[in-house]
Nanobody, 123 residues
Framework: QVQLVESGGGLVQAGGSLRLSCALSGRTFSSYAMGWFRQAPGKEREFVAAISWFGRIINYADSVKSRFTISRDNAKNAVYLQMNSLKPEDTAVYYC????????????????WGQGTQVTVSS
């Protein structure tokens, strides 16, 4: 069974940076497209960024383009989300997800999910 574990969340001031990490275990990491989603209180889970099996295709939500960077290290079975110029509206629980078929932006297309890590941006 695939397990995903996120880390790196925390409290940061507006304009600051955080780097989230997600480790995958249980399967061949390079076989999965990986995505980051987030969910703020009272809101639906939304797409943030995704990266294809070998990193050739990358998608971002418009709200994070030019501020966030997704990357992966298949040798370490890990995917990362570098978040710069953080805003209070970026406050949410951030989830890592794995898709065994292809890169996507919909929550329904992902097969495995982590437990989430809280990111709080103060103004």
């Amino acid at each position: 069974q695939v397990q995903l574990v996120e880390s790196g969340g925390g409290l940061v001031q507006a304009g600051g940076s955080l780097r989230l990490s997600c480790a995958l275990s249980g399967r061949t990491f390079s076989s999965y497209a990986m995505g980051w989603f987030r969910q703020a209180p009272g809101k639906e889970r939304e797409f943030v960024a995704a990266i294809s099996w070998f990193g050739r295709i990358i998608n971002y939500a418009d709200s994070v383009k030019s501020r966030f960077t997704i990357s992966r290290d298949n040798a370490k079975n890990a995917v990362y989300l570098q978040m710069n110029s953080l805003k209070p509206e970026d406050t949410a629980v951030y989830y890592c997800a794995a898709d065994k078929d292809k890169i996507g932006t919909r929550t329904s297309s992902y097969d495995y999910w982590g437990q989430g890590t809280q990111v709080t941006v103060s103004s």
